[in-house]
């Protein structure tokens, strides 16, 4: 009888996959256990050692999933005592890890943060997570899924990888609601439905799962409709591959920020400045970043700190603020932080060069003279004032100093460039003339040159 209704949970699982879906994961767990044919996927065992998983995903993921598959209690079953995996176990897993709810997922995750029941300690939560950031970075470079991104022209992952482990862990609360922090985070018991809570709080956990289980075993990883998660985890890079240049952002801190964009902008980044390539210059900054849509500035000061701000609209030169409130400021080193806005002030991003009266420079949040992030147009200087918080971001201050000196800044277009951005400052005729665009499109010819507008860089992306 136990039998029975065991295989009953385990026909419940097997049924949340479509039939494509299904003979996906029978070919995965048949490949895992050596087995092959339907003889083999009936009573097949997967092996703890199994080089097939080692390669895509580092060992260390590779022992916390198959704890998780072992942690499945099959009642009635006496497999507890072998070393190796059900099919059952493998399906009630993936079953549950892929399409499960926050509860169903907490209990295989507790596992493989601690192959011992009850709590678990802060330090090992922040293990299993840095471990899980490093996996996806991992995968994604191996399965050449990091979309023009690649560790060489992109900053060290190792710092990356703390830092958002860091931030994602500074979201565990317990049962009072109380925080803890630092040390004391380290060694503080959590129980299963406090981790339950930040699961269902945190996506990127459930996300970073998912990448690490289809990236790493090869499983549902080309079904489009269940990858919609997945699908601008890492946004596509343009304008940065044979350049020589490493960028200032590490691949967590790319995917921490783009999923905090507008979800229309996720898609895609490309550089437009960059003071190592186009010189340290703030006229030269203003002509490379203006009226090309939504940005990001990124910049280091002197003292190693790496911070930065998302603004919403295109930059234009003017003595009035501009933007709107899905702009944001960020630190990306030595912690990785988003600072969103608090309703306090309409003062989201300025940008002005060659006034008398009013100040000349790049800047977001706060007011003139203590702006939450300042690039001064005396290009190389900057401060961030917010003592203690900037009024329009919440934000601290970014800098290691109040006042700093600019080491090197990007700025990066984030979704498609507007239509009229031209490219290298050639102006399309439409946009010179627009009288010859009023008389195309009253001849019904207006549409041809709209595409034209944005030849590829040299050296863009492959994909």
Known sequence: KMGNTESNAYRNHLSRFLPEEQSDIDGVFDTLSGSSGSAGAKNGKATKKTAYVQEPLPDQMTVRL???????????????LSEQIAKEQFVIFMSNLLKGNADEKVTIIMRMISKTEGP???????EFTEDLITSV??????????????LENTRDSAS????LASQLLSEL????????????????????SVIEDWVYRVPQISVFLSVVIRQGLHVLHSLPDQTKDILNLVPGCKGIKGRGLVSLFDIPSIIYINSHLPAELQHKWQLLFSSRLHGESFSQLCGHIVNKGPCIVILKDLDGYIFGGFASHSWEVKPQFQGDNRCFLFSVFPSLAVYTYTGYNDHYMYLNHGQQTMPNG??????HGYFGLWIDSDYGKGHSKAKPRCTTYNSPQLSAKEDFTLDAMEVWAVGDLPESAGTKGKKSILDVDPQA????????KSRQSEGLREPLEEGEEDD
């Open 362 to 367: 790049l800047g977001m949040g706060g007011q």
């Open 137 to 150: 970075v991992h995968v994604l470079n191996y399965r050449k899924e990091l979309r023009g991104w690649n």
């Open 160 to 163: 990356g990888v703390k830092a």
């Open 437 to 444: 665009q009023a008389l195309l499109e009253m001849a019904g």
């Open 66 to 80: 198959y704890n998780g598959m072992k942690s499945i209690d099959l009642t009635g079953k006496s497999s507890a």
């Open 120 to 126: 678990v300690k802060g330090k090992q939560i922040q």
């Open 173 to 192: 609360k317990l049962a009072d609601g109380t925080k803890p922090v630092g040390p004391q985070l380290m060694e503080t018991n959590f129980d299963q």
